[in-house]
């Protein structure tokens, strides 16, 4: 009885507590505009500040329905370097014949001793690519990707 009781003392006061500002009236849209949660002048996005890691060693398209994928092996500087991608370096809007590209990534933090852990070549090897759709290519003649010690271009 006591559990039973106790339960319908709580129910009470939390259903007491509904409807406590009156009745909800109707409100025009129109009338009250629309109001933003994110601070003026701020963007969508973070700046991408990746710095270009790596030397190119090759690029390759592979044809897929609907368009092509190009697919960049690079060896890195040093081992670590994570969140590895293909930056456009058009913008948002490419236009002209031409694709450029950059293979950016960030580099591990600094060791307390010593230095970046180097290692073979095979550790630091490093594959990004990119999903270029066919009506992107029917105007593109070439792609160029470049890296920190060099570029390549290719034909899709």
């Known amino acids: ?62 044809r897929l ?8 092996t690079a060896t890195a500087p040093i081992q670590g ?10 913008g948002m809007d490419p236009t002209g014949p031409t694709r450029h590209f950059a293979l950016v990534g960030y580099l591990p933090q600094p060791p307390r001793k010593g230095s970046y852990p180097v290692g073979s070549a095979a550790s630091r090897k490093i594959v990004a690519a990119v999903r270029i759709n066919d009506e992107d290519l029917a105007t593109l003649s070439s792609v160029e990707v470049r890296g920190s010690d060099n570029s390549v271009s290719i034909r899709p």
Do not use: N, Q, W, Y
């Open 1 to 62: 009885m006591r559990k039973t009781l106790a339960l319908l003392l709580i129910a009470t006061t939390a259903l007491s507590a509904c409807g406590h500002r009156g009745p909800a009236e109707p409100v025009d849209p129109s009338a009250v505009g629309s109001k933003s949660l994110m601070p003026e002048g701020a963007t969508l996005a973070a700046p991408d500040d990746r710095p270009t890691v790596a030397h190119i060693d090759s690029v390759v398209s592979r």
């Open 65 to 72: 329905p609907g368009g092509t994928v190009i697919e960049v």
């Open 81 to 90: 370097v994570f969140d590895v991608s293909l930056k456009s370096l058009d």
